[in-house]
């Protein structure tokens, strides 16, 4: 039998890519390999759960069984790949050797895990599998306080969602507003000051040093001398792509799998796709992305070599208690912000010096203008 087409992960990027591969090519041997339970669902979906009321088993779309039947593909899960071949066209599952035809890597980011001292220091969860959030849930039942690492956009999520499952929230992040690197700080205000509505306490500047059990609970060490005290600690510090086992099959990497607008990598025959993959210098850790690199690269593997471009792609916060939607300016681009509104509703745009949009955010009712603004925002991979 020829050698299978081998994605490397079943997360959106490897399960949405062996579907639109399959809309191409029924026949070609498909085989997908994941270190996890290779159940599908949406990852995004994670940080809705508690308001959702949904349990990690609520929030599976599939079964591993059902996808391999779907997608005429074999699934092996709980199978971690150790090491790639380019030269022998081949990957390595310790002793085992596997042959490819074309191999794509789809294998995500990882959590950032941030040094803590304390006994506790091994009870602070990282959510970002469903089996990370199957851990939390189960350590969730009959506790009552969260304190949350982390004020991006998965934090914040977590804080809304959190605080609608009932628990008291208390964040702690190092940075000067909320999502930082994302949003202008009126727009981030006026998230935090809806956060704080429900009830989330914010503490912004210091970091967790010290995490130490106690008779009833945790108690957090904060860098400022504050001490917290809660029953569980959740990690959504930031997420770093998976380049190590690329880097040392000597695959070029630099934040990401390095990849061109075909999605290939340095080397023959390997291509990456979604949060591992720095695509023609863009890593977005995003499900639009993804997709349309989906799209592309089954054409490519399917025989018709597709380069993939990016139009605007805005974001959209799950912080339901202030809706947001944000669109930061492209890398390189150099433009003035304006604030409009006040409040829960803020239209913050960003222009060049011809008066072009570049980017925004845009919080509470001023989101129903997205629709008009997005058609002026320029492609992000023209
Ligand atoms: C809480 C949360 C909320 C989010 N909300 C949004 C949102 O609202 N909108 C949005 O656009 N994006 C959102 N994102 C980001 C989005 O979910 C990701 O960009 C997307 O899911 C990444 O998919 P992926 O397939 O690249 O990676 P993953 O889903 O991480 O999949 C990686 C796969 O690779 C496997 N793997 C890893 N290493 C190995 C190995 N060595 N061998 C074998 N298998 C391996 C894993 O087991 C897994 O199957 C959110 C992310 C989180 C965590």
New binding site residues.
């Given amino acids: 039998m020829s050698a299978p087409v081998v994605i490397?992960?079943?997360?959106?990027?490897?399960y949405n890519l062996a579907r639109e591969f399959r809309k191409l090519d029924s026949e070609t041997p498909l085989l997908l390999?994941?270190?996890?339970d290779g159940r599908s669902y949406s990852?995004?979906m994670?940080?809705t759960g508690f308001g959702k009321n949904k349990d990690a088993d609520g929030l599976s779309m599939a079964e591993p069984g059902a996808m391999a039947e779907q997608l005429k593909a074999e699934v092996r899960t709980h199978?971690?790949?150790s090491g790639i071949d380019p030269g022998h066209k081949r990957l390595w599952i310790g002793e085992e050797a596997v042959n490819y035809r074309d191999l794509i890597l789809?294998?995500?980011?990882e959590t950032v895990r941030v040094p803590v001292q304390g006994d506790a220091a091994d009870l602070i969860f990282p959510?970002?599998?469903l089996e990370d959030y199957a851990r939390f849930r189960a350590a969730a039942v009959g506790k009552r306080r969260v304190l949350l690492l982390g004020a991006g956009l998965?934090g914040c999520?977590f804080a809304n969602d959190l605080s609608l499952g009932g628990y008291e929230v208390e964040l702690v992040a190092p940075c000067e507003q909320v999502m930082p690197t994302l949003l202008h700080p009126a727009a981030a205000a006026a998230v935090q000051a809806g956060l704080e509505s429900l009830g989330a306490r914010f503490h912004l500047g210091p970091v967790l040093n010290r995490l130490q059990k106690v008779a009833d609970g945790l108690e957090a060490h904060l860098s400022d001398g504050q001490v917290i005290a809660c029953d569980l600690v959740v990690s959504a510090v930031g997420l770093r792509p998976?380049i190590d086992?690329a880097a040392a099959a000597g695959l070029v990497a630099n934040r990401g799998v390095v990849v061109d607008r075909h999605l290939k990598t340095s080397h023959a025959n390997i291509y990456a796709l979604?949060?591992?993959a720095e695509v023609d210098g863009l890593n977005l850790?995003?499900?639009?992305p993804?997709m349309s690199c989906a799209r592309a690269l089954a054409q490519t593997l399917a025989g018709n070599p597709t380069a993939v471009s990016y139009g605007a792609m805005p974001?959209?916060v799950?912080t339901p208690v202030c809706p947001l939607v944000v669109s930061p300016p492209p890398r390189g681009s150099e433009g003035v912000w304006s604030v409009e509104g006040l409040g829960a509703d803020i239209k913050a745009l960003c222009r060049d010096a011809q008066g072009n949009l570049l980017g925004y955010a845009l919080t509470g009712t001023a989101v129903m203008e997205k629709l008009a603004l997005n058609k002026e925002l320029p492609a992000l991979l023209a």
């Fill in positions: 490397v992960g079943t997360g959106l990027a490897g390999i994941t270190a996890d990852k995004p994670l940080s199978t971690r790949i789809a294998w995500g980011a959510i970002n599998d998965i999520e998976r086992l979604g949060d591992c850790l995003y499900v639009m993804l974001i959209t799950k």
